[in-house]
């Protein structure tokens, strides 16, 4: 850098040491410059060591958090012919760093620009506008202001979100503050933008203005708005899952109907002083700028979530709530056993629980039998909490008295000379020995055991009316619901499954790639999912991986009420598109032989006995000879689980590929070999 670099960041540096703000000379590689730092007595002495037999001095700059340094030290600090640039060390210098390469929420929108666009919303456009922005070596920016915060605060993660090249997140809004370091403008590649409150023109370092904490604050509470990645709280207090042919509680009924009526909760927030900014952005109780908290969110938490990521409110922050979780803590002061029973009285829930019985902690409730597909009614809305929360509009509330009186659900029952004489049919078979039409099936296999392609197989297989593993496919229309891969992915193994079995490419296998889709729960898609079934007359759907849009519902594989919960959502997708259902689902840990063929998958047994077939690939025992380490092959057991076909004879398969083939092993040498005999 030339002398007049040098002398620029000298001027900088007694600028900001006049406002007691310490600067730091940096090099080349944006660290500490250490030998002027050395030079101008910040330094510390390092012992005789392999690499330095005598000894060294070693520069030491954090002495610059604690004081700023004299006019003689700055001299010394940038040196004419060793000067590289300059930064913030300590302070009341404050920093929100804005990182454009790690924006994945909408790629022809500067995370910048949508950031100002809710600071105008949030009522902070004067602080954003007076706010100095400087433009980064990187090509991002920094947004720049003074605040006196006795509680200095440091470097910060504020939004973060995932990396879709690597599944990581990453954070893009942060703060840099006291115990770091940022680079500031005559430093290279940093530039002070123009200004844009008042006239457009140059900016200057005297043009920083000063903000209390309540202000920073409320511009640090619009950047966590944007954040994508949610940690949960661990005390985070949950609804208590559905049992399988029990009646829903108080909490989830409640959260059924607010998911039909997202009204109710807005209703509930507005009565209890918070107040609606934009969208899903609120504001909590007694502020008149920023934002506090999202709800109904499609990107947090989807359909009539809560997520709060104010620090000053009676929820925990960055933490996501449901419907009833909101209603105890504004109305019953987080006494969940006090909602409950309110909530009980004023008609939600099925049979009344034994007196003083809490709720119990789980994942959020799955939807009821009828899939919530009655859409929220176009009616004026009434506030439910205005004359008792039963109230929904003048509608009576489902499960409560009034309804159970009124028999609104209208069953028949059938005789059993009734059922002789009617002309109800078997389903058509869409994997002969298998599955039927309207029924479910689930793969379930090891990691690794290239489930996907083997998903990807079977749907080619039904779709051109070809046999799969020895099982004939009945040709029929096929929707693959790809939450995984990327479609330039799932074109190539199709291409390559395609070349190997000689296949010609057709019409009747449907691809829906929702990889990156902000909301991939199941209430939300299966509407669509039906009227696509209908459309296209479709007789198989494949839904792969199965995690992820219980993921998105934040349901847990080992909780038998989530899991049955989310495989009735499935059931009632097969019924309403009379079509059936294909999922893949791993294996728990250990050696799966010594399990019964039907409980080898992971998490709850609900997986294995929700559904109506399964089929099974399994590796050889631990050490047998067939494994993986003796053969240097992957072989599998495939055995099939079914209620309504014939036993079929397992076999042995070898991954060849794209694909397994069959071959000559015999199950018991498959199982003999490996010294434990074959399972009857």
Known sequence: MSASSA?????????????????????????????????AGFKVWEDPSEKHPEGRWKAKWKPLQSRVATDIEIDTLWPLDNSHGIAVASG???????????????EDIQVVALLRDRMYKAGLADHWDDALLQQTRSGGQHLIFRCKDPERT?????????DPDDGKPKAFLETRGYGGYFLINPSHGYELLPGVAREPRPMQWRDMPLYDVA?????????????????KGKDEPRAAPTKVGAEVTPGEHFNQICRQKPEMVEALLNSNGWSHVDAALWRRPGKDSGVSATYNSPDIGGNAAFYVFSTSTEFESETIYQPWHVYAMLECGGDYSKASGDLRAAGFGGERESPGKAPEASAPAPTSPEGDEVAPSSDEFVNPFANGIGAVGNEVVE??????????????????????????????????????????????????????????????????????????CAQTNVLYVNFELLAG??????????????????DNLHFLNLRGEQDISLPSLKREIVRMCRDKDIGMVIVDPIYLPMIAEHLDENLVGDVAGFLQQLAVLAKRAHTSVMYAHHFAKGDSTLKEVGDRAAGSGAFGRFVDCQIVLTPPPFGGEYSETN?????????????????FTAKVVAWKFPRWANTSI???????????GKKK
């Open 666 to 676: 015999s199950m018991s040498d498959f199982m003999q070999k490996a010294g434990k």
């Open 399 to 472: 499960g409560s008295d009034e309804w159970w009186e009124q028999g609104t659900r209208e069953l028949e029952s059938v005789t059993w000379a009734g059922l002789e004489r009617s002309k109800i049919e078997i389903p058509p078979v869409v994997i002969d020995g298998l599955l039927y039409r309207g029924g479910m099936c689930m793969l379930s296999a090891p990691s690794k055991a290239c489930k996907s392609w083997t998903l990807i197989d079977i749907a080619m297989s039904v779709a051109t009316g070809t046999s799969w593993g020895g099982l004939e």
């Open 154 to 162: 440091g470097n910060k993660k504020l939004a973060s979100n995932i």
């Open 7 to 39: 002398l620029k960041f000298r001027e900088v540096a007694k600028q900001f040491a006049k406002w007691g703000v310490s600067t730091l000379p940096v090099n080349r590689d944006k660290l500490p410059n250490a030998e002027p730092l050395i030079a």
């Open 631 to 647: 053969t240097g092959k992957r072989y599998m057991s495939l055995e099939l689980v079914q209620r309504d076909f014939d036993p």
């Open 215 to 231: 202000t920073k604050e409320a511009m640090l509470e619009v950047c966590r708005s944007f954040n994508q990645v949610i940690k």
């Open 92 to 106: 009341d210098v404050f920093c929100i760093d804005i990182d454009e390469k790690h924006n994945h929420i909408d």
């Open 489 to 506: 992915k799932m074109r190539e193994r199709v291409c390559k499954i395609a070349h190997t079995r000689g296949l010609p490419s057709c």
